[in-house]
C-alpha cells in the first residue's frame, strides 16, 4: 500500500484468523480500488493455533474505512467486519 500522505492514519476495517476470509476480503478491496495493508502477512499459513497463527488484520487510511466495511459488510452481513478496538 502507498500512502499519498505518511500523516494518514490506517485503522483496521477486517480481522480474521482464516485465509479465506481474508482473500476474500482483500479481493474484494482490490477490485474497488481501495488500498490497504495486512500486517504480517507473510506468517499466513504457518502454524495451526491461534498462538502461532493469530488473527490477521486489513488496514485502510481512514477516509477509505467507511467504504472498505460496506464492501466487507456485503461479503459477510452487517456486523462481522467491525474491527477489534
Known amino acids: 500500500m502507498t500512502r499519498t500522505n505518511p500523516n494518514d492514519e490506517l485503522v483496521v476495517v ?6 479465506v476470509e481474508l482473500d476474500l476480503v482483500k479481493s474484494a478491496l482490490e477490485d474497488a ?8 502477512e507473510g ?9 502461532i497463527n493469530p488473527d490477521y488484520k486489513i488496514e485502510v487510511v481512514r477516509s477509505s474505512a ?20
Request: charged share 25%; net charge negative.
Open 43 to 51: 506468517r499466513i499459513g504457518f502454524g495451526v493455533t491461534p498462538i
Open 33 to 40: 480500488g481501495i488500498q490497504f495493508m495486512v500486517p504480517d
Open 66 to 85: 467507511d467504504e472498505a466495511r460496506g464492501i466487507i459488510g456485503e461479503l459477510f452481513g452487517k456486523g462481522e467486519s467491525e474491527p477489534a478496538e
Open 14 to 19: 477486517f480481522e480474521s484468523a482464516n485465509p
